[in-house]
């Protein structure tokens, strides 16, 4: 796989083969606390994913898609906790079960556990990683810091020289916060002048606080009242964030560096299907496996009610087409406040992430996105170019016309 393509849209699974574990201590992350909702089932076999499951899910997961190219999402936690002999096997067994078929891989890493062996297999196996940075050194240290709280800024850039060195394909994922979100243009640049960066996959963080007798502090969806996390953005500066970085992209990157959420603005004017869940008209196609076989609706969505169930007892095909993963997919559409649906933005937005939809409308209505008055910003803002480039499009032309238009 050379690239995620802006247009595409396959059902796949991220399966994290370690499940929440982490040698990192982010933050803002959100998925650290999950552990506890495995470490009770009693197909709780350590952190870590069997060899019988390994087998059942590649088997299953080659079974289940209808394109001619399968790819395999790794994620995690840290899905390098688990030993390269995992992942080498993981290879003999899609080859194996899948009998000709193009298979691929993407892995997820935080990238300080990454080795000269580890490069020299993702290099000969042509696996892409999806590597977390979130920007210069001050931005990326605010946040995500070892067990130790030290900063890991300098081990991410050991890492991506070492992939650099060893031709190994790589896309930056970067989250959004406040450490970063007021310095736009300096976290741009750094992606693409300094790590000579093609492809940039940004994440706003939002999350609410809300203390459990368990231990977890993270909020639900449906939590009422919930104090937004000191760490997240806010909507207006989401909206300005996006706009300084398009057009500093519009005026000299476009068709050379491939920003995604720009991507998928384009998808949502062509009417297309973009290709990130959380601007498509409906989303579940992209369920969470955790190391024990457990299926989730999503990776924002991994608690016990959008559990699917277990792939030893139900399989995986039943799980993701079954009728609780089909109503999750298509909540996304039906719940949308009229706000949302007689939206001019509608086509590009479709109420974004249904995790962040716990405001309330003008007319009081609840189900409105957190950031919607971020994204009005920057839709009103890009509209022009936008139109511009889709119209290129129709008639033949690449969109990258549009940088000696304006």
Not at 56 to 73: A, G, H, N, S
Request: proline residues 5%.
């Amino acid at each position: 796989m050379n690239c995620i393509y802006p247009f595409a849209r396959p059902l796949y699974v991220m399966a994290k083969a370690a499940g929440p574990l982490c040698n990192l201590r982010c933050k803002y992350c959100y998925y650290l606390e999950k552990q506890h909702l495995t470490e009770n089932r009693k197909t709780f076999n350590g952190n870590s994913m069997s060899d019988e499951l390994l087998e059942c899910y590649v088997r299953d997961y080659i079974q289940l898609q209808q394109t001619p190219e399968v790819l395999f999402t790794w994620h995690g936690g840290e899905p390098m906790l688990r030993p390269l002999s995992f992942y080498k096997q993981a290879v003999r067994l899609q080859r194996y079960y899948g009998r000709g078929r193009q298979i691929s891989n993407s892995i997820q890493t935080n990238g300080t556990l990454l080795t000269p062996e580890w490069c020299q297999f993702l290099h000969d196996e042509g696996w892409l990683v999806g590597l977390s940075i979130d920007g210069t050194q001050p931005m990326h240290d605010a946040y995500r810091q070892d067990a130790k709280g030290q900063g890991t800024w300098q081990r991410v850039m050991d890492a991506i020289h070492m992939l650099q060195d060893y031709g190994v394909e790589w896309n930056a994922m970067a989250t959004v916060n406040h450490a970063n979100v007021g310095l736009p243009l300096e976290f741009y640049k750094f992606f693409r002048d300094e790590l000579h960066c093609q492809f940039l996959q940004l994440s706003p963080v939002v999350e609410r606080i809300l203390k459990h007798s368990d231990g977890r502090h993270l909020a639900q969806l449906f939590d009422e009242n919930c104090p937004i996390a000191p760490y997240s953005v806010k909507p207006v500066e989401w909206g300005h964030f996006l706009c300084a970085i398009f057009d500093e992209w519009v005026k000299h990157d476009v068709g050379k560096t491939f920003v995604q959420v720009f991507d998928a603005t384009l998808a949502g004017w062509m009417g297309v299907t973009p290709g990130i869940c959380v601007y498509a008209e409906e989303c579940g196609h992209a369920v969470v496996m955790e190391h024990n076989g457990d299926v989730y609706s999503c990776d924002h969505f991994v608690f016990p009610q959008y559990r699917l169930g277990n792939i030893r007892r139900q399989g995986l095909p039943d799980l993701v087409y079954g009728e609780k993963q089909t109503t999750f997919s298509r909540l996304k559409k039906e719940s949308l406040p009229r706000q949302c649906r007689q939206c001019e933005w509608l086509k590009a937005c479709h109420g974004e992430c249904p995790r962040l939809r716990f405001l309330n409308t003008a007319d009081g209505e609840p189900g409105l996105n957190y950031l919607c008055a971020g994204y009005q910003i920057y839709f009103q803002h890009v509209a022009p170019y936008m139109d511009f480039m889709r119209n290129e499009l129709l008639a033949g032309r690449p969109a990258y016309g549009v940088m000696n238009a304006f």
